[in-house]
């Protein structure tokens, strides 16, 4: 469907989509964040599927997992958001899949380091550093690492975006093409095969009627994921601020009357705010506690 705008690489079905359908690029990926690292050549995806009900599930994340040719298992994912709790979930995910490959009785020699690139398009720590590189390593001297069985790399893509100003670098192509897609003058003057065999993907994928229509359940799935994290917070606000006026009025009461019956006490667990602030009203003029709660 040509005239489409294109679709956004970073909402995770479409990221899930683009690196299964091509795991050469997820491979490319890979080595861009991993650079000082031998360069893989070959991947295997584990999990290439994608669910009718992770579509439409919240709080689902769309992650991609593969192994090299060496046993080497690498999770990966985008994520557009920050929730609570993401630090926890991610170790344990990462953890998880670690303890997952042995089966009982088997050699701990057999375990395949497990590695985590999570791109993130959201700023996550307030230093200005974009890229982080998490290890088991000895807190006194860092340079002492304990074992390769588990890394999480790190990518804040926004902070990140200025590595495009250093020319060559694989990565800085990467994340060039996950923050500016749709700018053509940049997308053009980017000549790494890969990134413009993603591109094509892209527009590809954009084109498909059936993805267009995934891609809209996502986002809506995602929305309403936001919508009701944003009701949840707003609640629990209003909880808070309820349960600190009945406080305050409580105080009053009990300065200007002394102990309250249990029935003014229950009265004023079930209040709502507008009920509390009649009575907040009323507690500096009335003269005996009935007149407070006065129908």
């Not at 093409?177 to 095969?193: K, L, N, S, V």
């Amino acid at each position: 469907m040509p005239g489409l705008p294109l679709l956004d690489p970073k909402l995770d079905l479409i990221f899930k989509r683009l690196f299964v359908d091509a795991p050469d690029l997820l491979a490319d990926l890979i080595n861009a964040v991993r650079s000082n690292e031998p360069p893989l050549v070959e991947l295997q995806i584990l999990n290439p599927q994608i669910a009718p009900e992770e579509l439409t599930g919240k709080f689902v994340v769309l992650d991609i997992l593969a192994r090299d040719l060496t046993g080497q298992v690498f999770n990966i994912e985008m994520q557009t958001c920050k929730h609570a709790g993401w630090s926890s979930r991610t170790v344990y995910y990462l953890a998880r899949t670690l303890g997952r490959q042995l089966q009982a009785g088997e050699s701990y020699a057999q375990v395949q380091p497990v590695i985590g690139i999570h791109l993130m398009d959201f700023d996550l720590f307030e230093e200005a550093q974009a890229c982080w590189v998490f290890e088991l390593r000895d807190g006194q001297r860092p340079a002492v690492r304990l074992d390769r069985s588990l890394q999480l790399h790190l990518i804040e893509l926004p902070k990140a975006d200025r590595l495009r100003s250093q020319a060559g670098s694989a990565l800085a192509d990467w994340i060039a093409y996950f923050r500016h897609w749709q700018e053509e003058a940049i997308m053009r003057g980017i000549d790494r095969p890969a990134i413009q065999k993603a591109r094509q993907h892209l527009e590809a994928l954009s084109g498909d009627e059936l993805v267009r229509y995934q891609a809209f359940v996502r986002e809506r799935a995602l929305h309403d994921e936001v919508t009701e994290k944003e009701e949840a917070e707003a609640r629990g606000e209003a909880k808070g601020r309820v349960a600190g006026e009945v406080n305050i009025l409580r105080r009053l009461l009990r300065a200007r009357f002394g102990p309250l019956p249990a029935a003014i006490e229950q009265r004023l667990q079930t209040a709502n705010e507008a009920e509390l602030t009649l009575w907040a009203d009323r507690v500096l003029f009335a003269e005996r506690l009935e007149q407070v709660f006065a129908d």
